[in-house]
T-cell receptor
Framework: DTAVSQTPKYLVTQMGNDKSIKCEQNLGHDTMYWYKQDSKKFLKIMFSYNNKELIINETVPNRFSPKSPDKAHLNLHINSLELGDSAVYFC???????????????FGPGTRLTVL | AQSVAQPEDQVNVAEGNPLTVKCTYSVSGNPYLFWYVQYPNRGLQFLLKYITGDNLVKGSYGFEAEFNKSQTSFHLKKPSALVSDSALYFCAVRPYGGSQGNLIFGKGTKLSVKP
């Protein structure tokens, strides 16, 4: 199936650990995103990558680092995890149109991160 | 500051009745407006968008939304609600000229449709 996939679906870890979340899209899109959804369901963009270049970084702590080996993958690596990092992380992708980025984004199923 | 407001945390509707989920925005210039739906333990799914043209936009699952520039609103509507429409609905805006792909999301409105 064509889709945006994320692994793992659930991630439980201790404070201070380093973890990664993987994202892959087979939609042929050229832009990928990471969002954080907190316990109140508030959704905020963290990063996006277009053609392997970071184009958004919304005041996210530098403990978070996106890595894109190719335009079909955008992984999220988190160093020194903190309690406040507990959230659901969504990957998304879209295809940029000439002159703008108004095409809809396709979301993955989410990764629920719990930091103990 | 540019923002999106969804004034209702929850909307309750009886099955078969019309539904409206409200959204207002505050951005510079002409916005691109979107509605997404999130079912429990799932990612967001695109419903519809307004870029330009006809103010009434039709989308997936029988939903539609009306862009009202003077009221800076983009309310989501459906003539006849289904129990399966129960979910969390997000309005989002990409400010014209904003960072590529940068969407500002509202806080979400939980729609509950009772049989």
């Amino acid at each position: 199936d064509t889709a945006v996939s994320q692994t793992p679906k659930y991630l439980v870890t201790q404070m201070g650990n380093d973890k990664s979340i993987k994202c892959e899209q087979n939609l042929g899109h050229d832009t990928m995103y990471w969002y954080k959804q907190d316990s109140k369901k508030f959704l905020k963009i963290m990063f996006s990558y277009n053609n392997k270049e970071l184009i958004i970084n919304e005041t996210v702590p530098n403990r978070f680092s996106p890595k894109s080996p190719d335009k079909a993958h955008l992984n999220l690596h988190i160093n020194s995890l903190e309690l406040g990092d507990s959230a659901v992380y969504f990957c998304a992708s879209s295809q940029a149109s000439a002159g703008g980025y108004w095409n809809e984004q396709f979301f993955g199923p989410g990764t629920r991160l719990t930091v103990l | 500051a540019q923002s999106v407001a969804q004034p209702e945390d929850q909307v309750n509707v009886a099955e078969g009745n019309p539904l409206t989920v409200k959204c207002t925005y505050s951005v510079s210039g002409n916005p691109y407006l979107f509605w997404y739906v999130q079912y429990p333990n799932r990612g967001l799914q695109f419903l519809l968008k307004y870029i330009t043209g006809d103010n009434l936009v039709k989308g997936s699952y029988g939903f539609e939304a009306e862009f009202n520039k003077s009221q800076t609103s983009f309310h989501l509507k459906k003539p006849s609600a289904l129990v399966s429409d129960s979910a969390l609905y997000f309005c989002a805006v990409r400010p014209y000229g904003g960072s590529q792909g940068n969407l500002i999301f509202g806080k979400g409105t939980k729609l509950s449709v009772k049989p």
